[in-house]
């Protein structure tokens, strides 16, 4: 019984280590997050704002156990990222839909969306890190968002 090349080389259980699991994890938390949000009850929102800072600290925390435990791969590079923008535009794209306030302006999502896709470029066969501005930023962003989908649970007065 031999074993490929590449499962030799990388080991089988370095691909399904607790960062790339949790990064997927947020890959199948979005479509629920996104059926939280058709719901417009205010528990619903509630339980998408949970489930979306939830989201956030497991992006905080893969990346904390990928670097303090040497547990960095080439997939959880390619796939924290792509994970966080599936959340991201995900929440703003409910949220622009939304027919509740406070609603986020389409241009303002369209806008978003475009720069994502443009940092990200198309793909060229290389795996870049996530480093400086890209941490702080994704910091600031779901915090936003998360204060926007709680505020949009109030009634209107």
């Known amino acids: 019984?031999?074993?490929?090349?590449?499962?030799?080389?990388?080991?089988?259980?370095?691909?399904?280590?607790?960062?790339?699991?949790l990064s997927l994890s947020r890959v199948v938390l979005a479509p629920m997050f996104i059926w939280l949000l058709t719901?417009?009850?205010?528990?619903?929102?509630?339980?998408?704002?949970?489930?979306?800072?939830?989201?956030?600290?497991?992006?905080w925390l893969d990346g904390h156990l990928a670097r303090t435990r040497g547990q960095t791969t080439n997939l959880g590079k390619l796939l924290d990222p792509l994970a966080d923008k599936i959340l991201i535009l995900s929440a703003l794209i409910m949220l622009?839909?939304?027919?509740?306030?406070?609603?986020?302006?389409?241009?303002?999502?369209?806008?978003?969306?475009?720069?994502?896709?443009?940092?990200?470029?198309l793909?060229?066969?290389?795996?870049?890190?996530?480093?400086?501005?890209?941490?702080?930023?994704?910091?600031?962003i779901p915090a936003a968002a998360a204060g926007s989908m709680s505020l949009s649970t109030r009634s209107p007065t």
Not at 5 to 15: D, I, Q, Y
Not at 123 to 140: D, E, L
Request: proline content about 9%; glycine content about 6%; aromatic content about 4%.
């Open 1 to 21: 019984m031999s074993t490929s090349p590449v499962a030799s080389r990388l080991g089988r259980s370095s691909l399904l280590n607790a960062p790339n699991l």
């Open 39 to 59: 719901d417009p009850g205010a528990v619903a929102g509630i339980v998408a704002a949970f489930a979306f800072a939830l989201a956030c600290y497991s992006d």
């Open 96 to 121: 622009c839909a939304m027919p509740r306030e406070p609603r986020i302006p389409a241009w303002i999502v369209a806008l978003i969306a475009v720069r994502e896709v443009a940092v990200t470029g």
């Open 123 to 140: 793909p060229t066969g290389q795996v870049i890190q996530a480093h400086g501005p890209r941490r702080t930023k994704m910091a600031h």
